[in-house]
């Protein structure tokens, strides 16, 4: 436990739980974080072409297929009476939550098409930087009367502006989108997403001028913001996650709230973006493939035989003529 205290003078002081901790899904990305487990099958065709194979979803390895985990959110909790994460109009705290990999659904979603969502992970919800789930923070002096969280309102997170509950977001999408895109806008979004992603790995935040550093953020997403939708939901979704943590700006230690809100943001941006630098790989292994199949069948040289047989035979007939 650690107090919070006042910068102008008070009836009372807080106390609040500031163990920063983070879900699976979504932690620092570091050497042994974890990832995201893109797969997307493909079938070849009688010319040996490789195809997207119709959509199954392999089995979900975070839930086993069950569909649900233990609720990220409260899970570390001592005086959450509901969770937004796991809570159901029956049961305002189940414990259980539809699992942040699949949503719930027990198999991988068509990372083709979306991915778990850039600003939550999953979850539905982002962590409340003020009382880590717990609601509100306990008064000194008060016994068992507890102040409501000034960040959260009393919920105990905040909703997802992005995915909106959904807690799936749309792919990156090139022209043509990922399934059809050409090998040049691939290699183009690979770049795009491997410079973003190595800014992002190197940002560190001190929150001591929040606006300076949304700045920096707006900057290193500009090129990506092009060809995926999400990531331009989740600059103004930073925005405001920063103006909720400001809620807590009459409290010593204010710096260190903004720059963890940022940091952890971050993290699920990370997390959201290696996933979709995976799928294009694979698209852009797919693509390959196919173009080297189109060039043998072209003789090896990039040329139809039957073309250059006609065009051949074009010749010599006009040289019969002449002579």
């Not at 990832?35 to 493909?42: A, G, L, S, T």
């Not at 999953?122 to 306990?138: K, L, S």
């Not at 260190?256 to 943001?265: G, H, N, P, S």
Request: proline share 5%; charged share 30%; with cysteine.
């Amino acid at each position: 436990m650690m107090r919070f205290l006042l910068r102008r003078p008070a009836a009372f002081a807080l106390l609040a739980v500031v163990t920063f901790f983070f879900t699976q899904a979504a932690s620092a990305q570091k050497g042994d974080d974890p990832k995201v487990p893109v797969e997307r099958k493909v079938v070849t065709d009688d010319a040996g072409m490789q195809q997207w194979a119709p959509f199954e979803g392999a089995a979900c390895p975070m839930c086993r297929t069950t569909k649900t985990i233990e609720c990220g959110t409260c899970k570390d909790t001592e005086h959450a009476e509901s969770c937004a994460e796991c809570g159901t109009k029956k049961e305002p705290r189940t414990k259980r939550a539809p699992c942040r990999l699949c949503a719930g659904d027990g198999k991988l979603p068509d990372f083709l098409v979306e991915a778990p969502c850039i600003g939550c992970t999953g979850a539905g919800v982002f962590p409340c930087i003020g009382c880590r789930g717990e609601q509100g923070y306990p008064v000194e002096g008060g016994g068992k009367k507890r102040q409501k969280c000034a960040v959260c309102r009393g919920v105990g997170s905040i909703a997802c502006t992005i995915c909106k509950g959904t807690r799936r977001c749309e792919a990156v999408s090139p022209k043509k989108g990922l399934a059809d895109a050409s090998l040049k806008d691939l290699e183009a979004t690979q770049k795009v997403l491997e410079t973003l992603m190595s800014e992002l790995q190197a940002m560190q935040f001190s929150g001591v001028k929040p606006r300076d550093e949304l700045k920096k953020y707006d900057a290193a997403f500009k090129d990506v913001t092009k060809i995926c939708k999400p990531a331009k939901i989740a600059l103004t979704a930073i925005k405001d996650h920063i103006g909720l943590a400001s809620r807590m700006d009459q409290y010593i230690g204010k710096e260190e709230k903004k720059a963890k809100t940022f940091d952890l943001f971050r993290r699920y941006n990370l997390y959201y973006f290696d996933a979709q630098l995976q799928i294009v790989k694979l698209a852009i292994a797919r693509t390959k493939h196919n173009e080297t199949k189109q060039a043998e069948a072209k003789g090896g040289d990039g040329k139809d035989p039957a073309a250059t047989a006609d065009a051949q035979a074009l010749l010599t007939t006009d040289m019969a003529a002449k002579q």
